[in-house]
């Protein structure tokens, strides 16, 4: 049973940066597509990012791209968000999320995930 764990949140100044974790185990990710969500309060829970690691495909959505980068370590069997340039829009609760995937591309909504994390909150305030 995969396992998910994410790590990083915080809380950071309008502008600044963070570096969300998802470590996984029970599985090794090369056949997995990992997405990255967050949840707003008051809002539904939308998608970030994903990456499909077989292709290497990655997607970003328009709110975050180049911004945001997501990556992989293989050895840590670890995904990664890096948030740089950040504002309070995108304070909320981040999940990652992982389901067995080997096609072109990654699947971009929630319903197409299997396993999921806790969550980290990440907070951009001055």
């Known amino acids: 049973q995969l396992q998910l764990v994410e790590s990083g949140g915080g809380l950071v100044q309008p502008g600044g940066s963070l570096r969300l974790s998802c470590a996984a185990s029970?599985?090794?990710?090369?056949?997995?597509?990992i997405g990255w969500f967050r949840q707003a309060p008051g809002k539904e829970r939308e998608g970030v990012s994903c990456i499909s690691k077989s292709s290497g495909f990655i997607f970003y959505e328009d709110a975050v791209k180049g911004r945001f980068t997501i990556s992989s370590d293989n050895a840590e069997n670890t995904v990664y968000l890096q948030m740089n340039s950040l504002k309070p829009e995108d304070t909320a609760v981040y999940y990652c999320?992982?389901?067995?995937?080997?096609?072109?591309?990654?699947?971009?909504?929630?319903?197409?995930?299997?396993?999921w994390g806790q969550g980290t909150q990440v907070t951009v305030s001055s």
């Open positions: 029970g599985a090794a990710l090369d056949k997995y597509s």
């Open positions: 999320a992982a389901r067995l995937f080997e096609g072109w591309g990654c699947p971009r909504y929630e319903y197409e995930y299997q396993y």
